[in-house]
């Protein structure tokens, strides 16, 4: 589920940039992906071209995604 939250909060923040509305802050977006939704955020940030020149969303997203499969793994051992 957080990762659909989290893909969504891209694609409107992705709008929000496009129409000069108020955006999701970049903080808020960092911490959806730590609690869950990396992955799905990580693959919305490419398909919709959002974000991806930013450093910390380009090693944050892939680093997420590597820890919480990692933690899957290990918790389904």
């Given at each position: 589920i957080i990762n659909v939250i989290g893909s969504l909060?891209?694609?409107i923040d992705k709008?929000?940039?496009i129409h000069k509305k108020k955006r999701i802050s970049e903080k808020t977006l960092i911490l959806t992906s730590c609690f869950g939704g990396a992955?799905?955020?990580?693959?919305?940030?490419?398909l919709a071209h959002h974000k991806t020149k930013h450093l910390h969303f380009v090693i944050c997203?892939?680093?997420?995604t590597a820890i919480h499969l990692i933690i899957f793994y290990l918790l389904l051992r």
């Open positions: 909060m891209m694609m709008h929000n940039a992955l799905l955020m990580w693959i919305t940030m490419y997203f892939p680093l997420f």
